[in-house]
């Protein structure tokens, strides 16, 4: 398996736990070390944070690792960036959440604070650590509000019967940038992926209804059973997609290229189109009893 590559940095005072974590964690990670090489000279925090995170913040390495006294002043300078989620992880609860609740690409750790075998402990809890995504989704991608602005989102679905599920998923989806583009499967395509008795609702009116909705910009019919020739033709920054299926299968069954980012947004339980036209069928049955 290939190991993934992370970046680590420190300041004069980080420069003995730095060389203990790449010693314990070499084999597990390809660590790359952007220095100092050693603690004799002092040198400024911000230099080697900021290194750190515009390597990142240009999506060129996902992960770093910067220490300090505290951790305080690394973090600071690392989150000037854009697309840089670092936090301070100073105990186990923090060390976890930040991943979890926070999706932090970044940890910073204190020298100072915790000996080198509790910092270790620490570092090895977040990075076996994933971010738990529900509803922590839509308040990291609130973190940044203006980075997207400009941005074309779009996703995909057949909205035959619009629910809760439906609206959030466009509101999450909106929330992203400027203008949202929903692609709906036709009438024929629909048949071919949910059967002969859907849709319940024709493409014009699904169309419709959804242009309704303040959060859509524009509504596209689309007659294939996968989006791979619409996408090409929108090319979009930003591909949001429901949850049941993981950010590789999905760009592998539509071909999505590597430069179109694709976010997932996880599923309402309780709500679908199915479970609300078997309440549907319920009912009717239980009325002509």
């Known amino acids: 398996m290939k190991k993934k590559y992370i970046l680590i940095a420190s300041d004069h005072n980080g420069v003995k736990l730095k060389d203990k974590i790449i010693k314990n964690f070499k084999n597990k990670f390809n660590l790359i070390d952007l220095g100092p090489n050693n603690n004799l000279n002092k040198v400024d925090y911000t230099d080697f944070a900021y290194q750190l995170a515009k390597i990142i913040s240009d999506e060129q390495i996902e992960t770093g690792i ?76 609130k973190i940044e509000p203006k980075k997207n602005i400009e941005k074309i989102i779009f996703t995909n679905g057949v909205f035959d019967i619009l629910h809760s599920g439906h609206i959030e998923l466009l509101k999450f989806a909106k929330s992203l940038g400027k203008r949202l583009v929903v692609g709906i499967n036709s009438d024929r395509s629909v048949k071919i992926l949910k059967g002969n008795n859907r849709p319940v609702n024709n493409e014009l009116d699904r169309k419709n209804l959804l242009l309704q909705l303040n959060v859509v910009d524009e509504v596209i019919i689309f007659d294939e059973v996968n989006t791979e020739n619409l996408v090409k033709r929108l090319m979009p920054n930003v591909i949001v997609k429901g949850g049941e299926f993981s950010e590789e299968k999905i760009r592998n069954n539509d071909k999505i290229p590597i430069n179109i980012k694709i976010k997932i947004f996880p599923l309402k339980k309780g709500y679908s189109t199915t479970s609300t036209l078997k309440k549907i069928k319920d009912f009717d049955t239980i009325s002509k009893k």
């Open 66 to 141: 910067l220490i300090c006294g505290t951790g305080i002043g690394m973090c600071i300078t690392a989150n000037k960036y854009k697309n840089i989620r670092a936090a301070i992880v100073h105990n186990e609860i923090s060390a976890k959440n930040s991943k979890d609740h926070n999706n932090a690409n970044v940890i910073c750790l204190g020298a100072w604070i915790n000996k080198d075998q509790k910092n270790l402990k620490l570092l090895e809890i977040w990075l076996n650590t994933k971010f738990g995504m529900g509803r922590h989704i839509k308040r990291v991608e």
